[in-house]
């Protein structure tokens, strides 16, 4: 099976940088992704990695350590509208995903 | 313009009966999933589909069935079996195979409630 880890809740201030970690234990390994979701809300896609490394899409990064089974993703110059939920999502080779229980990040002014 | 439509957005059940959440997609993707959502948890996976007329259980298949009778629709359908199944329904799409590494799309959610 797959099990993933991420903190419940996080706060950060606007202006600033923040870092939500994920561990997770998978076999057979075919990508990591992680979402965006905000309150009542579907899922929106931020951003993926499949080779270890780093990942930059404008004010969003993300991370990955196949060997650590672990992935960060990194948001800088935090606003007000990136408080909401971030899931992590890993992808096996038999096409199944399996989401952590996401977390809830609070921006404040 | 091209996406995944659900309905309804909000459906109340009595006890007792089976109701099926609708999904259909026009982006030609040949995967589709659904997840159950409860609150403050995140997406458990009920049934997958790599391609038409056939589909996969996910972890909380119980209680639920599916059909992929169409490339573009993959409804679910809640039985008077499943226990608990008030909860926000998603269901999901991904452009190529389900082995293929794309994001996956979703629709807005049907808010099931048990009464």
């Known amino acids: 099976g797959q099990n993933i880890d991420q903190p419940t809740e996080m706060t950060a201030t606007e202006g600033a940088i923040v870092q939500i970690n994920c561990t997770y234990q998978?076999?057979?390994?075919?990508?990591l992704f992680w979402y965006q979701q905000h309150a009542a809300e579907a899922p929106t896609f931020l951003s993926y990695n499949v080779l270890d490394g780093l990942e930059e899409k404008g004010r969003f990064s993300s991370f990955l350590s196949r060997s650590k089974g672990y992935s960060y993703l990194l948001l800088k110059e935090l606003q007000m509208k990136d408080s909401a939920s971030y899931l992590c999502?890993?992808?096996?080779?038999?096409?199944?995903?399996?989401f952590g229980d996401g977390t809830t990040l609070t921006v404040k002014p | 313009d091209g996406g995944i439509t659900q309905s309804p957005k909000y459906l109340f059940r009595k006890e007792g009966q089976n109701v099926t959440l609708s999904c259909e997609q026009n982006?030609?993707?040949?995967?589709m999933y659904w997840y159950r959502q409860d609150p403050g948890q995140g997406l458990r996976l009920i049934y997958y589909?790599?391609?038409?007329?056939?589909?996969q259980k996910g972890d909380i298949a119980e209680g639920y069935s599916v059909s992929r009778e169409k490339k573009e629709s993959f409804p679910l359908t809640v039985t008077s079996a499943q226990k608990n199944p008030t909860a926000f329904y998603l269901c999901a799409s991904i452009e190529g195979p389900g082995l293929s590494v794309h994001e996956q799309f979703f629709g807005p959610g049907t808010r099931l409630t048990v009464l």
């Open positions: 589909s790599q391609i038409v007329n056939d589909f």
């Open positions: 999502a890993v992808k096996n080779n038999a096409g199944k995903s399996t």
């Open positions: 982006l030609n993707h040949d995967a």
């Open positions: 998978t076999s057979g390994f075919n990508g």
